[in-house]
């Protein structure tokens, strides 16, 4: 780096900002978080109770979408039991409460401990709800009132409890990539007098603006299931003490961040991280650093730097170096103010931070960005195209050398944000079928996934809507028809639930359950191909999407083989001539009573073989040119077809097969399901050609069955 450190900063900062992706963009992790909060099980003492969930940590923070895929760690839920409430000490119990509040409520006092920020939670008062106005009045607990216990009352065989969070692994969640850390909190509907001064301390930046400080106070605080470090062996502070948290307040202050200060946060997340400057060899039992220090130290500084600092000659690098030396400084001085509580510390004489400290004063721009480019693009790499890489493989010791490597790596990420874009969208809806197939469906979880789909994309919502109709019509032909079921149905329908609800009246009195069925299913696939449709409306430049594949699939199953014929054979044309990897179909059971039983079987032939084969989501189900082939074949063989349109489809065949062999070369072992089906099709033309007196073994037969194609 002879030619300045100040321009190789220069370079790591353009690279930074031009990589980091801003809304409106859907992120996987958006999608896997809802889909997580969806999962959320009732409380196991009232089957009327809830859990409400509230997603926090990197997900909720974060708006940036920086090119290092692990910056989000964990999906990190926080949920309370909605007929819990804790109260300041001192505060007359509401008798009003949000909706979501349960008709009986126990209100807990929040009362101090010795430690800042940490408390206990003896129970106070009875809330019951009135019938007449819907106002709540309350019955006051005996003086020798009990405190709310900290330890969970229930963990599950594949969780773990790691300090307040439930840690499940992604590993046995089958639908997410992420590993989910759950955390029981009791909800607190004020502003806590512990941090009473926040929003009214003096500000030079006007950071907090007013109308955020009023945001973050109306959303109150939670109270979260931990004691204090030095407390955690006591035989009762370690089971009754609960700390004060403020995560609703975090997400609000850091997504009103510039992009900037979003992406200082990532980086530092990320170097302490790497570095392993949270782990402390010397002392395993101490404190050590960890993100909460770094959001601490963030949130300071955006309050007591003013706006200028991070953008006048924006120099990332920079930036990240002079906090990095202010939290070196909080470190040497065991001092780190919380942002929130005035008198709590959270650094004290048990964190072994000596030798942190000294390392992150010792750090300059020079050092910071050699680590940036050899270890965080680095880690990024391996997104890269082959040139790319292979630049990064050459010493990029000058500034041109780096300047060109980087303009490479940003002209590449500009190129390929819609297709990075449709990889979401495959994911999500991978996530959303797996997650609705494996979990049952209630009506509250449906109201609960639909409105935090269609917050990130109105799309979503309606791929849900059809999945849970196809996943209800599942239910009903095995089960019969419900209440439950009803009522999912008119969560799920809507308006279209009032147009039908003769036809499903008739359906429950005579208990004709096939009508039903079919009508869920029709529903399902009208959905279907409308978001089919908004997808191919904004994807259809990046890959092959036809809109018609789940009507053909239908036509089929209704026995329409002239339709269906004529939407798959305008498919197969037009997937051929794209000669890329067509979108896919999957098998999972609620699509099964759509599918053909050779489909079925050789469906449930590849599950044998391969159990796992369904949470591959990239490789799982079938391609439309696939499905489209075998519909055209089996139309074409039920509707007797001419031998000149059964060897155009056989030369189809063929050109599909070729591609599935490419597409090997980079995916071994995948694409299990296409290969069996093309071969079934191959073999189906074969034989029926050969019966007609048409056979395919000999060089000459096949030069005759071309000239019947041409």
Known sequence: MADGCCDVSKLVTAFLLSTCRLPPCPRKCDVEAAVCCGELR????????????????????????????????????????????????????????PAEFHNYVKVYEITDSHFPGYVYLPLRYLLSQRTDDGKYEYFECDEKYHYLSNIPCHVAYNTSVHGPAIFTDSHLLGVSRLNVDQVRCVRCLLWPPQAADWPTRHRNYDWP???????????????????????????????????????????????????????????????????????????????????????????????????SWWTENLNVVRICVELLHTLSVWLTDTRCPHYFICNCNLLDNSFSVGSVASKLMSLDEKRLSTWLIYTYIGQCSHRFPYYITRLLQLDVGSIAELQTTISAVIGWRSGTSLRDLYGTFVLSDFCVLSAVSNYSLAPRSCVRWMNDLTKIDKR????????????VARKISRNGFSDE????LSTILGRNFIQCHSILSRCTTELNTSELVELLQTFAVEHLTTYRQLVARQFRSVVPIVTTDFEALYAYKRGDYQRCLQLSTQN???????????????????????????IVSLTALTMIVDPQWRRISHSSGISQLTLSLYLMTQCQLKLHQSVTSLARTLHCVKVARRQIR?????????????RLTLQLIDRKLQLTLELIGIPLRSRRNKMSINSLIY
């Open 662 to 674: 490419i597409q090997l070369d980079h995916q071994p072992n995948q694409l299990v399901l296409d």
């Open 460 to 471: 979503f919502s309606v791929y849900f809507s059809a999945i849970a109709m196809l996943h």
């Open 572 to 598: 197969v044309h037009t997937l051929l001539n794209a000669g890329h990897p067509s979108t896919r179909v999957s098998t999972y059971p609620e699509f099964i009573p759509l599918m053909d039983d050779d």
């Open 209 to 307: 603006d007013s109308a955020t400080l009023d945001r973050v106070v109306s959303n109150g605080c939670d109270v979260v299931r931990v004691a204090h470090r030095l407390c955690r062996q006591h035989e009762w502070m370690g089971k009754c003490q609960w700390r004060l948290s403020f995560s609703r307040a975090e997400i609000v202050l850091i997504n009103s961040w510039m992009p900037v200060q979003q992406i200082t946060y990532h980086l530092l997340r990320v170097y302490v991280k790497t570095e392993r400057l949270t782990e402390s060899a010397d002392n395993p039992g101490a404190g050590t650093l960890s993100n909460y220090h770094i959001k601490t130290l963030m949130l300071w500084a955006c309050e007591l730097k003013p706006r």
């Open 485 to 488: 079921l009803m009522d999912i």
């Open 42 to 97: 009732r409380p196991p003492d009232d089957e009327a109770a809830e859990f409400i969930p509230l997603i926090t940590g990197s997900v909720a923070e974060f708006y940036i979408e920086p090119m290092l895929p692990s910056f989000v760690g964990d999906v990190d839920i926080m949920f309370y039991h909605n007929a819990m409430l804790a109260i300041p000490r001192g505060h007359p119990p509401p008798t009003q409460l």
